[in-house]
């Protein structure tokens, strides 16, 4: 998969604890150089073992392979539930049968056509408190974004709505592992199954009764797994969105030279966007398990072994991105990142959070220009079962006002 290491540097201890809580924003990016060039393919003792994989061809090449790094055993380590989460945790050719039954709702033909919608609920949420003149510029921006446009595209109501981001802080307590979250899990899923049953009685013109509707070939396409893939699309539909939305406006803060440049230029948000999506990935890790004895980066992997993609570190591997801690709107091949994953499970909805994104930074420059940090803001380290990374609170003040 990639070259030999030196056999000093392969046997080195170096060891990573996705949920260890000394793992801090200012820290996480020092660790993963250290792992990188110290040991880039590393071995961890916790959860019965596991590999972390840092390096951008490591990273890529086995989620490329998903006959060798399977999902189906789930991505999170420990695993979050006995039960699998459909497309997530589902290997080809039984994920290959979901995907085509939403390949026609999640392309970026649909994405673009959400546009004009998107940037209406963005002004939306501006005028709501432009006139204050300071903002939280996660829970009054970046939070309601991604929950409004998924309630749209997925035709929840707004009750739904309000449930599913209630539902995205039990799943969080339920990978950090807190101890009455298998409930809340399973409370959310039987509501979920509940919707379900009743589209199957009286269908909508939504998501979920497509669903119900769908072919799943001869895969099972039960209330339960149902139930389960639109938590997944709920959950991956906004969590991850709001966490990178909040760092690309906190990085914009903190380099107004780089704000200027895109204030100047709106025709460089696009690449911008590519940029911090590269830098501030969300999820920084997911887990697979190896379906045979495998070689990677001359460590030797069996047949069993869960390994961590480790996308967060893989973005800034300097020998696929030079100077890659530096944001950089010109670089040529920002765009490679790994934020989005790659192979079978790449993100099915990338285009419509890259739609979220670049209308969110177009309209917040243009009608808050240069805005500036009214506190501190809140970054997290690795939360969320060891692998979600972003920007919690964004307290701002500004005077607004056109570009
Ligand atoms: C910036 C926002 C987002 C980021 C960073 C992100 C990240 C990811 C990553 C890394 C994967 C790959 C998982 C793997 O290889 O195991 C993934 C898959 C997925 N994402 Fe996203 N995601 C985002 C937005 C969304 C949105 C808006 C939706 C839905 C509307 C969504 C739904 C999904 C689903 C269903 C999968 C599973 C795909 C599969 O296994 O085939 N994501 N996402």
């Not at 393919?41 to 060798?68: E, I, N, P």
């Amino acid at each position: 998969m990639s070259e030999q290491v030196h056999p000093e540097r392969a046997s080195s201890t170096l060891e990573f604890d996705p949920h260890d809580p000394s793992i801090t924003a200012s820290n996480l990016h020092e660790i993963y150089d250290d792992l990188r060039s110290g040991c880039p393919v590393s071995r961890g003792s916790k959860y019965g073992g596991y590999w972390l994989l840092t390096r951008y061809d490591d990273v890529r090449a086995a989620a490329l392979d998903a006959d060798t790094f399977s999902s189906a055993h789930g991505v999170y380590l420990p695993a979050v539930s006995e039960e699998r989460f459909p497309l997530l945790e589902m290997d080809d050719p039984e994920h290959r049968a979901y995907r085509k039954v939403l390949a026609s709702r999640f392309n970026n033909m649909v994405a673009k056509r959400w546009e004009p919608r998107i940037r209406e609920i963005v002004n939306e949420l501006v005028d709501s408190f432009v006139d204050r003149g300071e903002a939280d510029l996660v829970a009054d921006f970046a939070e309601p974004l991604p929950l409004t446009v998924i309630g749209e595209v997925f035709g929840l109501s707004p009750e739904n709505r309000a449930q599913v981001r209630k539902d995205a802080f039990d799943f969080l307590a339920c990978a950090s592992g807190s101890p009455d979250a298998a409930e809340a899990l399973e409370r959310m899923l039987s509501r979920w199954e509940r919707l379900a049953a009743e589209r199957r009685e009286e269908p909508a013109d939504d998501l979920l009764t497509s669903l119900t509707q769908a072919n799943f070939g001869e895969w099972d396409g039960s209330d339960r797994l149902i139930a389960r893939l639109m938590f997944t699309l709920s959950f991956g539909g906004h969590d991850t969105t709001i966490l990178v939305l909040g760092s690309m406006l906190l990085h914009l803060a903190r380099n107004p030279e780089q704000r200027r440049q895109l204030i100047d230029d709106p025709s460089l948000i696009p690449a911008a966007v590519e940029e911090l999506l590269r830098l501030y990935a969300p999820l920084h890790n997911f887990r697979r398990d190896a379906t045979r004895d495998t070689t990677v980066g001359g460590r030797e992997i069996q047949a069993g072994d869960p390994v961590l993609l480790g996308w967060g570190a893989a973005n800034r591997d300097p020998e696929k991105f030079p100077d890659p801690a530096k944001a950089d709107f010109t670089r040529p091949n920002a765009r490679d990142h790994l934020t989005f994953g790659a192979g079978t499970h790449a993100c099915i909805g990338q285009f419509i959070a890259r739609v979220e994104l670049v209308t969110a930074l177009d309209v917040v420059l243009a009608r808050l220009g240069e805005y500036e940090l009214a506190g501190e803001p809140t970054v997290t380290g690795l939360t969320g079962g060891g692998h979600h990374h972003g920007v919690e609170h964004l307290p701002v003040r500004f005077t607004a006002g056109p570009r």
